[in-house]
C-alpha cells in the first residue's frame, strides 16, 4: 500500500511526522494518518474525492489535522472548489470555526504562515 510506504520512509528518514502532509488520502486512510502524527490532506477532484466525502469526513473526524485542498490536473477541475467545500460544510452544521480549521487555518499553521 502506497500510503504505508510513504510513512515508512518519512520515519525511516527521521522527519517528524508532525512536518509532512500527506496528501490526496482516501476517508478511509485519514485517521490513519492522523494517528501516526502526519496532516492529512484531503484532496477535493471530481473523479476521486468529492466535496460531499470531504464534508463527511470533517463531520466524522473533525477538523484537527486535516486540510482540505484542490487538484488542478488534466481530469475535470474546478478553480472555486475550496470555497464550494467551505459552504457545503457550513451548510451541513460544521461550525465556522471548523470549516476555517479545515480550509485555512491548518495548512497556514502548517507553513507558518
Not at 485542498?69 to 459552504?87: E, G, R, W
Request: glycine fraction near 6%.
Amino acid at each position: 500500500m502506497v500510503f504505508k510506504k510513504l510513512a515508512r520512509l518519512v520515519l525511516r528518514a527521521r522527519i517528524s511526522p508532525e512536518r509532512a502532509i500527506i496528501d490526496h488520502l482516501p476517508h478511509d486512510l485519514v485517521s490513519e494518518a492522523r494517528n501516526l502524527g502526519f496532516t492529512a490532506g484531503v484532496t477535493v477532484q471530481a473523479v476521486k474525492m468529492t466535496a460531499s466525502d470531504a464534508v463527511s469526513i470533517v463531520s466524522r473526524l473533525g477538523a484537527f489535522g486535516i486540510v482540505i485542498n484542490s487538484d488542478f490536473s488534466n481530469a475535470p477541475s474546478y478553480p472555486l472548489t475550496l470555497p464550494k467545500v467551505a459552504q457545503e460544510m457550513a451548510a451541513g452544521g460544521i461550525s465556522k470555526e471548523e470549516v476555517e480549521r479545515a480550509t485555512y487555518t491548518n495548512i497556514k499553521n502548517f507553513l507558518k504562515f
